[in-house]
């Protein structure tokens, strides 16, 4: 799926490949598997399974993928203390032969309590099983190394992408603003056939404030609906630069070859994605001086004119982009829409980009292209309250993009065909 997936995970981590040979205490709960195979599961069903391992007190979140691609995926989840961990996975759900952990300069990590492992060398368009396994070191003096006994999340699958995907499908959130309870509220909106990928474009926070408000209000109500079986992709808003945990954000989230600004390709589409960063000047007196998201859309700006040029993009199909702040359709005198309007503008209307996604101000809409402003159009997707939520999902062949953005009651508040 993601191509610059590939290229970070063989410049990241090693895997290791091996048969699994432990001596597990039992969990798996009597449904077994939790897969996804086809479409995202509604709540329900997997919200009654409780994570037996996080019940343990051993892991902190279920387990969530990120960086799909058609080789390889990255299976994340986070402990509550340090712990050697690994995903066990192949083919069936009865066999899961094969065993990747992370390693770095030539040691396996065993005292994380972020764990990001990824399986590589996966065949494409194929379902695969897994699960997470974590141990606590009892101790790692050399000649005495020792560990408490492991303990295992039931078993999940999820699907490598085609090689030759042909279409994507794929769901948007915005703007929800620490209320988890959107996401399965939105969820029951999200259209037919099954989902790609989920990307958040931003602002799923209101200010950073620490490692559990990333697990409450995001990681476990998305595992509880998809993410252990479909990857989302993090696209950073305003929100999340603010606040005292806000320089951690990214370390929860891979894929990203720039970390928050980056492209991918997903059958006939080609995304950008660019990190718009603040409203507000660096200089305003709320961001203390400890910001230079000038420079930073600059140094992107360098970034997308580079991109623009790539093969892949000419010869794409659809060309979308992803910013958090809207260049236009903005009340408040936003700094960040003004400065990147100069920079980033030329060069994307000169690009034939077919389609804009954004958040941020809290109405939706969808805003025709208007030529030598926006020669794209702009669908702005709504929130974080009552009656304004949205989701957003595009689907798109050869032939076409359908978008369609459909609101907290299940009323379809816009459509969009390129
Ligand atoms: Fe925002």
Known sequence: MLRIAEELNRKKMSTEIEAPSINR???????????????LSPLSALAEVQNVAIADGVMKCKPYLQAAHTKGITVRWITNTPCYSWVEYGESADKLNLKARQIEDGMVQVENTLHAIPLTNLKPSTIYFYRA?????KSLERRAIAFESPVSTPVYSFTTPATTATDVNFLVFNDIHDRPESFPVLMKYQGDGKK???????????????ENQIVQNLLNPLSDLFSTGTPFIFA??????????????????????????????????????LDSGDTKSD???????IVDFDAYREKQAVWLAQEVKKPAFINSKFKVVFIHIPPFYIDEDAHASNQYGKIWLPILNASKIDLMLCGHTHKYGIHPAVAGKHNFPIVIGGGPKDGRRTIIQVKANQ?????????????????LKV
């Open 25 to 39: 205490r039992k969990f798996v709960t009597s449904l077994g598997l939790l897969g996804t195979a086809a479409g």
């Open 133 to 137: 396994v974590s141990e606590k070191p």
């Open 196 to 210: 790609d990928f989920v990307l958040l474009n931003g602002d799923m926070f209101n200010t950073q404030t620490d």
């Open 236 to 273: 950073r808003g305003n929100h999340e630069t603010h606040g005292k945990f806000a320089r951690s954000v990214g370390n929860y989230f891979d894929g990203q070859e720039n970390k928050y600004y980056y492209s991918f390709s997903y059958g006939p589409m080609y995304a950008i994605v």
């Open 283 to 289: 200089q305003e007196p709320v961001n203390g001086g």
């Open 399 to 415: 032939q076409a993009l359908n978008l369609k953005m459909t609101d907290d009651t299940g009323k379809v508040v816009g459509t």
